[in-house]
Nanobody, 117 residues
């Protein structure tokens, strides 16, 4: 199993910054790609950014968010700058991959990010 634990969320004013962290433990060799998703009230969960061999960003966060990782710490970060009220959501860390023919998909418990106007 893999455990993913998010931290770093909270309340920030529009234009401010936050850095989310996702610490992974357990059978992390199963994970090939790490990512961040978010879900706002009444909306579907959406992909924000991923990091594997390359990085991917949703159009809505390009130029404002940066995903990075520290392999020594088994931690993935999401630096969020120029935050907007529409960035308000629960942010989830995700890890997925394949190992010995099996597909794996792991999720953190989610962390609230609230951006006030």
């Amino acid at each position: 199993q893999v455990q993913l634990v998010e931290s770093g969320g909270g309340l920030v004013q529009a234009g401010g910054s936050l850095r989310l962290s996702c610490s992974a433990s357990g059978s992390i060799f199963r994970i090939n790609v790490m990512g961040w998703y978010r879900q706002a009230p009444g909306k579907q969960r959406e992909l924000v950014a991923t990091i594997g061999g390359s990085t991917y960003y949703a159009d809505s966060v390009k130029g404002r968010f940066t995903i990075s990782r520290d392999n020594a710490k088994n931690t993935v970060y999401l630096r969020m700058n120029s935050l907007k009220p529409e960035d308000t959501a629960v942010y989830f860390c995700n890890g997925r991959g394949s190992y010995r023919g099996y597909e794996y998909d792991y999720w953190g418990q989610g962390i609230q990010v609230t951006v006030s106007s």
